[in-house]
Nanobody, 121 residues
Framework: QVQLVESGGGLVQSGGSLRLSCAAS????????MGWYRQTPGKERELVAT?????NYADSVKGRFTISRDNAKNTVYLQMNSLKPDDTAVYYC?????????????????WGQGTLVTVSS
């Protein structure tokens, strides 16, 4: 069984910073892409940033957010600076990974439980 556990969400004032972390654990053989998505009530989940060698960002966060990963720890981070009230959302971690269980490889896409980020004006 594989799971992603997020941490680092909370309440911050506009212009402030937060750092999200997401650690993958379980019977992991390898991890391909990892990323962060966010969702607000009534809206679809949207991509924030992904990393798989190179990085990719939503236009709305370019220059303010930085995604990074520590492969030794199976962990991805999202450094969020210059936060705005529009960044308020539940942030979800995502990973595409390969497990090796009972002599079989299997590709999975896994989501974390989400962490709430609230930016006050």
């Amino acid at each position: 069984q594989v799971q992603l556990v997020e941490s680092g969400g909370g309440l911050v004032q506009s212009g402030g910073s937060l750092r999200l972390s997401c650690a993958a654990s379980g019977s992991i053989f390898s991890i391909n892409a990892m990323g962060w998505y966010r969702q607000t009530p009534g809206k679809e989940r949207e991509l924030v940033a992904t990393i798989n060698g190179s990085t990719n960002y939503a236009d709305s966060v370019k220059g303010r957010f930085t995604i990074s990963r520590d492969n030794a720890k199976n962990t991805v981070y999202l450094q969020m600076n210059s936060l705005k009230p529009d960044d308020t959302a539940v942030y979800y971690c995502n990973a595409g990974l390969v497990t090796y269980v009972k002599s079989a490889y299997r590709y999975l896409e896994v989501w974390g439980q989400g962490t709430l980020v609230t930016v006050s004006s």
